[in-house]
């Protein structure tokens, strides 16, 4: 004698409907909301600063073992224009011009390499030109 008898069918099939209109509610949530990735944002302890031109200075932040040491910039410098842009950062008597491609990011200390000589004095966040 077969098993599946049409009341289970449809209750299986119910069940299989059910299933997939909670999975369609659960990933419609994200039709209304932006996509996040996409809309720049100033972290919590970090600084942040538009430089005109179409280009940003996003996530500067001064690493240090202790307020007032040494300290190495971490930033990233976003150029969102279609030309090159030429970014001139300078900090207690250092200067370094970096070139940011049209639609590029340069990310400034971390992991990414960076001039040695940017593990310096801490720099102001308002004295990035």
């Known amino acids: 004698m077969d098993e599946r008898t049409p009341a289970r069918r449809a209750s299986r099939l119910a069940l299989a409907a059910a299933v997939l209109l909670l999975a369609a509610a659960a990933s419609g ?3 209304t909301d932006p996509q996040l990735t996409t809309v720049s944002y100033c972290p919590g302890d970090a600084s942040c600063a538009d430089l005109g031109r179409g280009v940003q200075a996003d996530s ?3 690493v240090a073992e202790a ?3 040494p300290g190495a910039l971490v930033a ?3 150029n969102t ?3 090159e842009r030429h970014i001139r950062v300078t900090a207690e008597g250092l200067e370094e011009v970096f070139e940011v491609g049209p639609r590029q ?3 400034l200390g971390g992991v990414s390499p960076a001039p040695s000589r940017w593990s310096s004095p801490p720099c102001p966040s308002n004295r990035v030109s």
């Open 105 to 107: 990011t340069l990310a």
């Open 76 to 78: 990233r410098l976003v």
């Open 29 to 31: 949530c994200t039709v």
């Open 81 to 83: 224009s279609l030309q």
């Open 67 to 69: 307020p007032g040491a």
């Open 60 to 62: 500067l932040v001064v």
